[in-house]
Nanobody, 119 residues
Framework: QVQLVESGGGLVQAGGSLRLSCTAS????????MAWYRQAPGKQRELVAGITRGTNTNYTDSVTGRFTISRDNARNAGYLQMNNLKPEDTAVYYC?????????????WGKGTQVTVSS
């Protein structure tokens, strides 16, 4: 079992910044991909940003240029730096990772961290 724990959410004014962290625990051999999703009230969960084991990244259009996804392979951790936050970024943010453990592959989700941006 691989467990993910997100942190770094909170309340911030529009234009402010937050840095989300996601740490994986368990007998992990490798993490192949990481991603951040978000779900706003009454809306479907959407992909915000993703990163492969290398440095390939992708972002949803609404956050391009404002958010940066990164990872620390040695720490089994991922990050989402969010700058110039807007009220429409308000959502619960979820981390997900996929990779290899001793018994095979894994794909795990965290429980989420709330981000609230006030206008």
């Amino acid at each position: 079992q691989v467990q993910l724990v997100e942190s770094g959410g909170g309340l911030v004014q529009a234009g402010g910044s937050l840095r989300l962290s996601c740490t994986a625990s368990g007998s992990i051999f490798s993490i192949n991909s990481m991603a951040w999703y978000r779900q706003a009230p009454g809306k479907q969960r959407e992909l915000v940003a993703g990163i492969t084991r290398g440095t390939n990244t992708n972002y949803t259009d609404s956050v391009t240029g404002r958010f940066t996804i990164s990872r620390d392979n040695a720490r089994n951790a991922g990050y989402l730096q969010m700058n110039n936050l807007k009220p429409e970024d308000t959502a619960v943010y979820y981390c997900t990772m996929a990779g290899e453990i001793r018994s095979g592959g894994f794909s795990s989700w965290g429980k989420g961290t709330q981000v609230t941006v006030s206008s």
